[in-house]
């Protein structure tokens, strides 16, 4: 841990005195900054389970090898913590460049969504102009900032925003898609919310899948039932993706390593959501999500292919939601992107905040620059060329690059 000048930023609300920043550069100094963190948390309204460090210890070990921990603790006069910046460093080479990039702690691996800057109320302010203020001090450490995800409504993220604009600097900000559901109070209210199709889909799946099977819902209670379930969603989510010849998501075992330890601290917190389902004593459905405050997120999820027309994965998430309900959640989170089929669920849409930004006339800055200009000369490509010069042009990229060239997705 190293301490840092006084910023000069007073907090009106807590103390007349100056924040002091900390950085954190290891898991061990994280770690002794438990209470204060989790203190922190309890009084932050805009928490998730993104922001713990049961979540982002969890990651860092699984994910962080290639990056260098970066967590800045603004404390006020009285030494306790008013802000946190869980940030990390990594270098980056996009063609020709090589860059310095800073990051959220729990970005890069595509996992973490609601990434964010615990803040004490009335101190966002303050801790937005002394986060900027230390990037200004420590401008040898990184050229671009590429914050993502970050909720939209966060007062110190539209703070630091403000600031950044402001100070001339070069920032672009762009949206990733949400879903989620507000849930009612009751499942009767809820299921009134569905279309009648979907109403009627909700109850004949179940009672359909009842009448002719053994069925049997569970969830993950003990954390000695970890190492039998934990592989049985890998592999029911494996199939799917194995039958394209794709790896998969739990293909690399960074990722099961880190759902292995996740697992078991939101185990030990109450916070683990893992069901299951067995169709006459075989499993064939699994639900991976986690419950923190009132919003349940779901994570992953997995069926059996060959049970696909048992609808076996739709009628776990009845049961699941069914029991969300009624245990008091509000909120089921779908996480980022969009797809038709949650809306079907009365999921509706939202978006995070991507907020990249450098200093002006730097590497960081003709980098930004040069990134947005050719989005913009492709979305303005992609509007209004013609669909078979388009796809030609595409077909052209891909031959240049070669075969392997665009990914999954096959993007242009």
Known sequence: MRDFASCGYTL??????????????????????????NDLLAEFEGATVFSTLEWLLAWWRAFGAERQIYVLGFHDGAGRLAGAAPLSLFR??????????????????????????????????AVAAALLDHLKAEQQLWDVCQFNTLPAGSPVVRALAALIGSAGWVHYTSETVTQAIDLPETWAEYTAQLSSNEREKVGRRSRKLAKTHQVRFYRCEAESDLPRYLPVLFELHQKRWTSTGEPGTFGFAERRRFYAEMA??????????????????TTVAAQFGFRYRQTFFILQEGFEPAL????????????????????????????????????????????YLNLHFARPRSAGGLYLQAVHEAGAAKEYLREHLPQPAWDLLHKIKLKLRGPD???PNGGA
């Open 264 to 281: 078991k601290a939101f185990l030990a917190r109450g916070w683990l959501e893992f069901w299951l389902l067995d169709v006459d004593g």
């Open 405 to 407: 060239a665009g990914g």
């Open 12 to 37: 009106e609300l807590m103390s007349p005195r100056s924040l002091q920043v900390r950085l954190y550069e290891d898991l061990s100094s994280l770690e002794a900054l438990r209470g204060p963190w």
């Open 92 to 125: 980056e080479t996009r063609g020709p460049v090589a860059l310095k990039s800073m990051q959220m702690m729990g970005d890069g691996s595509g996992d973490s969504d609601n990434l964010d800057f615990p803040i004490r109320a009335g101190c966002e302010d």
């Open 308 to 351: 696909s027309g048992d609808s076996v994965g739709y009628v776990l998430r009845v049961h699941v939601m069914k029991y969300l309900i009624e245990a008091g959640v509000r909120r089921y989170d779908f996480m980022a992107g969009q797809e038709p089929a949650k809306a079907r669920w009365g999921a509706r849409p939202g978006h």
